[in-house]
Every structure is written in C-alpha cells, then in structure tokens.
C-alpha cells in the first residue's frame, strides 16, 4: 500500500474514532509516518522485473530457447508464476506430442480435466480434438504437437486476459521455434488472434490461411464450439481437408 493511502485510511479512521468519543484520544495524538510498503506480488510483477522479463523474453525465442530442449522450456513452464493464473491453477499445462512434429496445434488454455491433469486437450473437447485430427492423419502420438496460448487454466473457464496472454505467448513462440512445425491449425478465435496479431472473425475467416514466422496457420473452429453446435461441423470439416491438402503438398516438397 502506498503511503499516501495509509494517510487517508488513519485520517478516516481517526475522524470516526473522535467522532465516537468526543475526543481525540491518545493513540491519534502524534501523526505517524508513513511509508510505502515494497511491493507485494508475484515474480515478475514488479515494473522492474517486469522490464527484465520484457528484455528476456519479448519477441527473443530464439535467444531464450538457445540451447533449450523442448524437455527443459518445459520445466520452465512448469515453475512459471509470471501471470496471477499461477494463483489459481491445480496443474501448468505446456503442452502434449512429439519433438518435430508435422502439424502444431494451438488452443485457447486449460480447461478442468486438463488443470487436472496437466495435459492439454484431455476432456470431451479433447476427444473431439483427437478425432478430428485422425481424420486428417495425425495424431500427438506420432505427428503432432499440442499447446495453448495460456499453460494455466483461467477460473470458470473464460477467456485469458489479454495481459494473461501476453505474459504467457513467449513460452509459445520459445516452443514453436524448437519444435519447428510444418504447419499450424489454430483452434478458435483466441490462438488465431495471438497468432497473427490480427482481429479474425472465426465464423467469417475459418480455413483461410495465415502465416506466422514462414509458418502457414489455419483457424478453424475450437473443438468445444463443435460441441456446442453441431452445425458446425461441416465446415470444420472442410477446413481440415483444405489443411491436409496443403499439409501433403508441403511435405511431397
Ligand atoms: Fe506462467 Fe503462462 Fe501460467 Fe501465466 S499462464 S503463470 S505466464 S505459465
């Protein structure tokens, strides 16, 4: 708390108090000093780490990832409390699949089963995910790669908040610059918008194709949405054909 907070909650209180008694009472007589208290947060909160994580981390993958393996970005992720859904989180969930994958696949965040279990896409979504993918011929078993813009999850589920994302993205950007995907399908809104730093309308904008780092994305709509409305489908469906197509043109190259 700032000192000048302090005063005014000692002024107010001091004012009741002499308002209750009639009397200014000994323990008000001297005006204390007040200082402001250091800093109460999380690591990384403070303006000055707050810079310091800025200069290590912002738009310098490569450098942050020097050296890394996936397995030790990882443990990093693991120890993170840089956002408050440190405070809340039962599991961090970096992500799930193989090491050079084909396909990246980027969600939104943690649901409960996978705040549970610390595995991404793991609930009803989950094994929609994996359908459709097996759809298309992949698998987090043998060519794909599963992570979210957020490892921790969000309380009730809403959506990250932009400063949750923005605390987060470098552990994405750290990952996609080792794991070097082929391609990436964004699931839903919320990764295609971080992906590309643009506002995309999923319904008006699903199964186009964007590019991050060289790298061809494409939103289609996030499993849960599916879920939801099984209208839907069909034009997931031919999102993931036109992935595909492009997916075996780039791979026969
Ligand atoms: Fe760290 Fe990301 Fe979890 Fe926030 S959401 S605590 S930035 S790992």
Not at 18 to 39: I, L, M, Q, S
Not at 42 to 63: A, C, I, K, L, W
Not at 166 to 172: E, R
Request: aromatic share 6%; glycine share 8%; net charge neutral.
């Amino acid at each position: 708390m700032k000192a000048e907070d302090k005063k005014i909650i000692y002024t107010l209180l001091k004012t009741a108090d002499a308002y209750e008694c009639g009397y200014t009472r000994e323990k008000f007589a001297g005006e204390p000093v007040f200082a402001n208290d250091t800093e109460l947060s999380f690591p990384g909160s403070t303006r000055e780490s707050r810079q310091n994580r800025d200069v290590e981390m912002s738009g310098s993958s490569p450098n942050m990832t020097q050296g890394l393996s996936l397995d030790e970005l990882n443990a990093k992720i693991l120890r993170c409390t840089r956002c408050g859904l440190a405070r809340t989180r039962n599991n961090v969930v970096p992500g799930m699949g193989v090491e050079h994958p084909d396909v990246l696949v980027i969600g939104e965040g943690p649901g409960h089963d996978e705040d549970m279990q610390g595995l991404p896409f793991v609930g009803k979504a989950g094994v929609l995910l994996d359908r459709m993918l097996a759809a298309i011929g992949l698998d987090r078993k043998s060519n794909c790669y599963i992570a979210n813009i957020v490892k921790c999850r969000p309380p009730e589920n809403r959506n990250p908040m932009p400063d949750e994302q923005a605390a987060c993205f470098s552990f994405l950007e750290a990952q996609i610059h080792i794991l070097k995907p082929k391609m990436i399908l964004c699931m839903g809104k919320i990764a295609i918008e971080k992906i590309t730093g643009q506002n995309i309308s999923i319904n008006a904008q699903h199964g186009e194709f964007f590019e991050y780092n060289g790298i061809p994305v494409m939103p289609t709509y996030h499993p849960s949405a599916l879920l939801r409305n099984e209208e839907l489908k069909r034009p997931a469906w031919e999102d993931l054909k036109k992935f595909k197509r492009r997916l075996d043109a780039i791979k026969a190259n």
